[in-house]
């Protein structure tokens, strides 16, 4: 009796008359008839000693490896359908993560992709004596915990305002409502906030209306935070909620009936119950939040953005937008961008760490 | 919940169990409990009701006259109602040909995104796979490290895509995240079904294309929805990458239009009045009509967005 190591699907081409078929795959053939090519032997045994086990009528398996010519030979098919993707990853994901070496490099328009000559650290020196760079760093962290603080926890409200509605009708239209807004391009978003914000707009009339006087909205920087956080909610309070939602139905009812039992009110059943019951998706998404703390809504701001607001409005993505692509500073803006991509990769694994020290939730 | 055709254990069943046996066990509502359910309930159509008053307030600016909106007028309902402004819009051949260009680079990114998407999945969800889980990890690692906006733009400069379809579209022809729920619906196919296959002589290519797909319509069709969405909204590798007018999406169009710097030969309206009308809600109409086959779709897409969120959230 041989047993295979992962699922004891038989995928090869069965109906060809096992050509195709690996031996050791099919159940009932003896593990010895497995053919070993001499080369990754020496893993093979390795392998199979540290992973036998006993059936239970006392016969030691031992596990089939193969080598990649037989999974080749056998799976041919399956990994013709790998070839595109992987092309695409290597030359779309991959490549220009090795481009970043231009930050290192001076690149010259019509030269290499890679840059011409070493500079070492001379882009880096560059942008930390750059005053314009620190006001957008700041920008961007005061935004990014802004949108941490005000931003994450609303669909989480949401949620549980819907969790507590009785009839399904009434639930569903607001959650079709509510949602809308994730499918609109951010270019209709940043339409909507210069109507609403524009001197003859909405919000206008009604401070008009109260006896104030019309504010220029998007030409005082005072205002832009609040805008681009209302916007933000405006677009995402709604879809944020589903993963939610959908995590609130798998908490226990009996938990709740054992808390009414014991005199619990609504309140505390929410708080001792819902609440805790949610916290690993509320982990895992606050995790993927962190993450993209540096690169907050950078094609929404760069559409908001002018320059009687960059006070306020210049964050590091849209600072190096201007500096690379509308100055064509190839390599100082690489320089920024691989500092902005090491802090957000720093960020997460961080926030995954503490997260899995301190509540046990990890994304991997 | 909305009605999920992906997930076996249903949600809505779920919530409606679980209402039931709320209300089973409640003898009355207490008098703050029912008063907590009124502000409630009225919380939730008030941010209703204000998710929806931005397309309402663009609705009524679209059809409303020039002298309403700059006098602050125009809120709910179109004041001095007209039809110039569409007139206008519509015979600008600049707009159409932007419309098109939308149209051609979704349907042709849609599909090598689905052809890319459909069979990688396909591949990663047979776990006898060698070589399997580092396959996995090379498309799991880009939702977390990814080369940067300059690195991206010098390689697409460098292949030559720029003013071209293909800047738009091969960029963007796999989400790691559609990728990981079509795996996992892939995984959850009856094996049965695929070995019959087998056994009755197609090879691989034949049951992925003959039993698998036909019977996944509902994951394709929201693969589809997500990608034809995603593409529709794009701009920015339009914005970047392409330089003739010409060639633009209709969102850069309209990006344009807000931006002020609309060339000087798009819209070119008829007479003096048309231009007043023009200045002031060109850009709703714009707007409107670049939302609308979304908007008509969402009753539709909303139902295959939600499930497919949700079994991306719930199988990982």
Same mark, same amino acid.
């Given at each position: 009796? $041989? $047993?295979?190591?992962?699922?004891?699907?038989?995928?090869?081409?069965?109906?060809?008359?096992?050509?195709?078929?690996?031996?050791? &795959?099919?159940?009932?053939?003896?593990?010895?008839?497995?053919?070993?090519?001499?080369?990754?032997?020496?893993?093979?045994?390795?392998?199979?000693?540290?992973?036998?086990?006993?059936?239970?009528?006392?016969?030691?398996?031992? !596990?089939?490896?193969?080598?990649?010519?037989?999974?080749?030979?056998?799976?041919?098919? /399956?990994?013709?359908?790998?070839? /595109? !993707?992987?092309?695409?990853?290597?030359? *779309?994901?991959?490549?220009?993560?090795?481009?970043?070496?231009? @930050?290192?490099?001076?690149?010259? !328009?019509?030269?290499?992709?890679?840059?011409?000559?070493?500079?070492?650290?001379?882009?880096?020196? &560059? *942008?930390?004596?750059?005053?314009?760079?620190?006001?957008?760093?700041?920008?961007?962290?005061?935004?990014?915990? /802004?949108?941490?603080?005000?931003?994450?926890?609303?669909?989480?409200?949401? %949620?549980?305002?819907?969790?507590?509605?009785?009839?399904?009708?009434?639930?569903?239209?607001?959650?079709?409502?509510?949602?809308?807004?994730?499918?609109?391009?951010?270019?209709?978003?940043?339409?909507?906030?210069?109507?609403?914000?524009?001197?003859d707009g909405t919000i206008n009339q009604l401070i008009e209306k109260f006896g104030g006087t019309a504010i220029a909205f998007m030409q005082d920087p005072s205002w832009f935070r609040t805008i681009y956080l209302t916007s933000e909610v405006w677009q995402t309070v709604g879809w944020g909620t589903i993963l939610y939602l959908a995590a609130l139905t798998t908490i226990d009812d009996q938990l709740y009936e054992a808390a009414r039992i014991d005199g619990a009110n609504r309140w505390s059943q929410t708080w001792h119950i819902t609440l805790p019951g949610i916290r690993p998706t509320m982990i895992v998404l606050l995790i993927l939040n962190v993450g993209t703390f540096m690169a907050v809504g950078f094609e929404k701001i760069l559409l908001l953005q002018n320059p009687l607001i960059y006070s306020t409005a210049d964050v590091i993505s849209t600072y190096l937008?201007?500096?690379?692509?509308?100055?064509?500073?190839?390599?100082? @803006?690489?320089?920024?961008?691989?500092?902005?991509?090491?802090?957000?990769? %720093?960020?997460?694994? $961080?926030?995954?760490?503490?997260?899995?020290?301190?509540?046990?939730?990890?994304?991997? | 919940?909305?009605?999920?055709?992906?997930?076996?254990?249903?949600?809505?069943?779920?919530?409606?169990?679980?209402?039931?046996?709320?209300?089973?066990?409640?003898?009355?509502?207490?008098?703050?409990?029912?008063?907590?359910?009124?502000?409630?309930?009225?919380?939730?159509?008030?941010?209703?009701?204000?998710?929806?008053?931005?397309?309402?307030?663009?609705?009524?600016?679209?059809?409303?006259?020039?002298?309403?909106?700059?006098?602050? =007028?125009?809120?709910?309902?179109?004041?001095?109602?007209?039809?110039?402004?569409?007139?206008?819009?519509?015979?600008?051949?600049?707009?159409?040909?932007?419309?098109?260009?939308?149209?051609?680079?979704?349907?042709?990114?849609?599909?090598? #995104?689905?052809?890319?998407?459909?069979?990688?999945?396909?591949?990663?969800?047979?776990?006898?796979?060698?070589?399997?889980?580092?396959?996995?990890?090379?498309?799991?690692?880009?939702?977390?490290?990814?080369?940067?906006?300059?690195?991206?733009?010098?390689?697409?400069?460098?292949?030559?895509?720029?003013?071209?379809?293909?800047?738009?579209?091969?960029?963007?022809?796999?989400?790691?995240?559609?990728?990981?729920?079509?795996?996992?619906?892939?995984?959850?196919?009856?094996?049965?079904?695929?070995?019959?296959?087998?056994?009755?002589?197609?090879?691989?290519?034949?049951?992925?294309?003959?039993?698998?797909?036909?019977?996944?319509?509902?994951?394709?069709?929201?693969?589809?929805?997500?990608? #034809?969405?995603?593409?529709?909204?794009?701009?920015?590798?339009?914005?970047?990458?392409?330089?003739?007018?010409?060639?633009?999406?209709?969102?850069?169009?309209?990006?344009?239009?807000?931006?002020?710097?609309?060339?000087?030969?798009?819209? =070119?309206?008829?007479?003096?009045?048309?231009?007043? =009308?023009?200045?002031?809600?060109? =850009?709703?109409?714009?707007?409107?009509?670049?939302?609308?086959?979304?908007?008509?779709?969402?009753?539709?897409?909303?139902?295959?967005?939600?499930?497919?969120?949700?079994?991306?959230?719930?199988?990982?």
């Open positions: 009796m $041989s $047993s295979v190591q992962q699922d004891p699907v038989v995928t090869g081409e069965a109906g060809q008359g096992g050509v195709d078929t690996f031996p050791g &795959m099919v159940a009932g053939q003896p593990v010895e008839d497995a053919p070993a090519t001499d080369g990754p032997s020496r893993r093979k045994s390795r392998r199979s000693r540290t992973q036998t086990w006993t059936t239970h009528d006392g016969q030691v398996v031992h !596990p089939v490896t193969q080598t990649w010519a037989q999974a080749l030979r056998r799976d041919w098919r /399956l990994y013709s359908f790998l070839v /595109l !993707p992987l092309l695409f990853l290597a030359v *779309f994901r991959y490549w220009p993560i090795l481009g970043n070496v231009v @930050a290192f490099r001076r690149f010259r !328009p019509g030269g290499s992709m890679f840059g011409d000559e070493w500079v070492g650290l001379y882009y880096f020196r &560059m *942008f930390l004596n750059d005053q314009q760079f620190w006001h957008a760093f700041t920008n961007t962290v005061i935004l990014g915990l /802004l949108t941490l603080v005000v931003v994450f926890p609303l669909p989480i409200l949401l %949620a549980l305002m819907l969790n507590e509605v009785r009839s399904r009708h009434f639930k569903r239209s607001i959650q079709t409502i509510s949602y809308l807004p994730h499918f609109m391009s951010i270019v209709i978003v940043a339409g909507i906030v210069f109507q609403l914000t524009s001197v937008y201007r500096v690379g692509i509308v100055s064509n500073s190839i390599s100082y @803006a690489t320089a920024i961008g691989l500092f902005e991509a090491v802090i957000g990769v %720093a960020l997460i694994l $961080s926030a995954n760490a503490i997260s899995r020290k301190t509540v046990g939730a990890s994304l991997w | 919940m909305v009605t999920t055709d992906l997930t076996p254990p249903t949600p809505e069943a779920a919530v409606a169990a679980r209402a039931s046996s709320r209300t089973g066990t409640h003898v009355k509502d207490s008098r703050g409990l029912r008063a907590f359910r009124l502000v409630n309930g009225a919380l939730l159509i008030l941010l209703a009701a204000l998710v929806l008053y931005p397309f309402v307030n663009i609705v009524a600016q679209a059809f409303s006259s020039e002298a309403y909106i700059t006098t602050g =007028q125009v809120n709910l309902v179109p004041r001095g109602f007209n039809l110039v402004t569409f007139d206008v819009v519509l015979s600008d051949p600049m707009f159409w040909r932007n419309y098109r260009n939308t149209v051609e680079y979704t349907v042709v990114a849609t599909a090598i #995104a689905m052809a890319l998407t459909t069979t990688y999945a396909y591949a990663l969800s047979k776990a006898h796979l060698k070589g399997r889980k580092f396959f996995i990890g090379v498309a799991v690692a880009t939702m977390f490290f990814n080369g940067g906006l300059i690195p991206n733009y010098i390689l697409i400069s460098h292949l030559g895509f720029r003013n071209t379809l293909w800047a738009i579209v091969l960029p963007n022809a796999i989400s790691i995240f559609n990728l990981l729920v079509m795996k996992s619906f892939f995984e959850n196919f009856p094996s049965e079904l695929e070995e019959a296959a087998q056994i009755d002589g197609m090879s691989t290519y034949g049951v992925f294309f003959k039993v698998v797909l036909p019977l996944s319509k509902a994951v394709v069709a929201t693969m589809l929805l997500f990608y #034809a969405v995603s593409f529709w909204n794009g701009w920015f590798g339009a914005f970047l990458y392409m330089d003739d007018p010409n060639l633009y999406p209709v969102t850069v169009y309209l990006r344009n239009l807000m931006a002020g710097v609309t060339g000087g030969t798009s819209i =070119q309206g008829g007479g003096t009045d048309n231009l007043t =009308q023009i200045g002031a809600n060109v =850009q709703a109409v714009t707007m409107l009509l670049t939302v609308l086959p979304i908007v008509c779709l969402y009753p539709f897409i909303q139902r295959y967005f939600v499930s497919g969120v949700m079994l991306g959230a719930v199988k990982q």
